[in-house]
């Protein structure tokens, strides 16, 4: 089941792409999948916010949680790497990236039932409180479980292909094989301090190395919200995740790679 859907992920984006032509792209898709009675979901209600739901609540027969990241080509990140407001081509990834997941996920959901299973689709985002400013399903929280990255200090889930992309997630009767989860961090700081460039890119100073403002934060995306509102919704601002270690990659693996390199050097030398 896991081969079929992660098949299907990527089979539906390229046809996606070929058929809508939108202006983004997107690069190969990573799929993790987690046992819906995993308990680790109900430690959700106290990291993100007490009325997070677990996944039975949103599909009593639910046995899996698939969660998929689509990561944006380069170009999209490189494009906002400038200036103080987001830009154009980042403010449509975001919006054409959110119709495709709404049309991805009742893709899989009728694939799914072809196989026998139910499917409850969830939102890719704007289903959250607009004072608390927290989800009663948080897509990276769940990527997390399902063993697609860790937390980097810019709140984003760092995943191998890095994290400048979007997220996406469905709850399944199909049983899957849950992903093992990553047993050390991919965000260089919190491996070993030798990264706090999202923190320098903050344009509002909300994102610290040991504490976020998420007001702040959200009058930015709003500011953006409003400038692009004749493409849509596109409350973003992404300066913390683009063109930083972890914008494209696992940075801690490339750390490790280097490191392990340089020591082949030395000893060839010695
Ligand atoms: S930019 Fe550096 S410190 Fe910030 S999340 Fe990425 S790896 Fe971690
Ligand atoms: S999204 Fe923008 S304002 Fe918010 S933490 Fe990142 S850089 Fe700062």
Redesign the pocket.
């Known amino acids: 089941m896991n081969a079929l859907i992660t098949h299907e992920i990527s089979h539906y984006v390229d046809h996606y792409t070929f058929s809508e032509n939108p202006h983004t792209r997107w690069l190969n898709p990573l799929v993790g999948f987690a046992d819906a009675g995993d308990p680790v979901f109900l430690s959700l209600k106290k990291a993100v916010s007490p009325s997070h739901a677990m996944p039975k609540d949103l599909l009593g027969c639910a046995r899996s949680v698939v969660v998929y990241f689509l990561p944006f080509t380069k170009d999209i990140a490189l494009s906002n790497r400038k200036s103080r407001l987001a830009s154009r081509h980042w403010a449509r990834a975001y919006i054409e990236t959110n119709r495709l997941i709404i049309k991805l996920n009742a893709y899989l959901a009728e694939r799914l039932k072809q196989q026998g299973a139910e499917t409850a689709v969830i939102p890719p985002t704007h289903n959250f409180d607009t004072q608390k400013l927290t989800s009663d399903w948080s897509h990276r929280h769940a990527a997390w479980i399902a063993g697609l990255g860790t937390f980097g200090i810019?709140?984003m889930l760092i995943t191998q292909n890095g994290c400048c992309g979007r997220l996406g997630s469905i709850v399944t009767s199909a049983r899957c094989s849950p992903s093992k989860r990553p047993d050390t961090q991919y965000c260089l700081h919190k491996y070993n301090q030798t990264c706090d460039a999202?923190v320098i890119?903050?344009?509002?100073?909300?994102?610290k190395a040991d504490s976020?403002d998420r007001h702040?934060?959200y009058e930015?995306?709003l500011e953006n919200a409003a400038l692009y509102s004749t493409e849509g919704l596109a409350d973003?601002?992404?300066?913390?995740?683009c063109v930083v270690p972890c914008s494209f990659t696992n940075p801690v693996q490339d750390y490790i790679d280097r490191t392990q390199d340089q020591h082949s050097l030395i000893k060839k030398g010695g």
């Open positions: 810019n709140n999202c890119n903050c344009v509002t100073g909300a994102l976020f702040r934060c930015l995306l973003v601002c992404g300066k913390c995740t």
